[in-house]
Nanobody, 124 residues
């Protein structure tokens, strides 16, 4: 079992920045690939970014590429999402998730554990 707790969400103006954190506890954090997903009101949850267990490989949705950066600190059991140049369309609840298997990182159904989410609101 892995417990995930997100933090760092809030209200920010368009063009601003936020840094999300996801603290993990339970089983060995470094055994899991990690991902960030988001869900806007009345929309499906969508992939944002993911990172391999070692941090050596990262993946991004086209909508956030060049603006968001995913990283991890396995010594601190923490996942991060640095979000710059935020846009109103980035408004959503952001979730971190952990994936044990080698299945593709883009599909939320492949993830084993989820956090409770943190709200990000970007005003225009």
């Amino acid at each position: 079992q892995v417990q995930l707790v997100e933090s760092g969400g809030g209200l920010v103006q368009a063009g601003g920045s936020l840094r999300l954190s996801c603290a993990a506890s339970g089983r060995t954090f470094s055994n899991y690939a990690m991902g960030w997903f988001r869900q806007a009101p009345e929309k499906e949850r969508e992939f944002v970014a993911a990172i391999s267990w070692s941090g050596g490989s990262t993946y991004y949705a086209n909508s956030v590429k060049g603006r968001f950066t995913i990283s991890r600190d396995n010594a601190k059991n923490t996942l991060y999402l640095q979000m710059n140049s935020l846009k109103p369309e980035d408004t959503a609840v952001y979730y971190c998730a952990a994936k044990r298997s080698s299945s593709t990182i883009y599909y939320l159904t492949n993830y084993d554990y989820w956090g409770q989410g943190t709200q990000v609101t970007v005003s225009s």
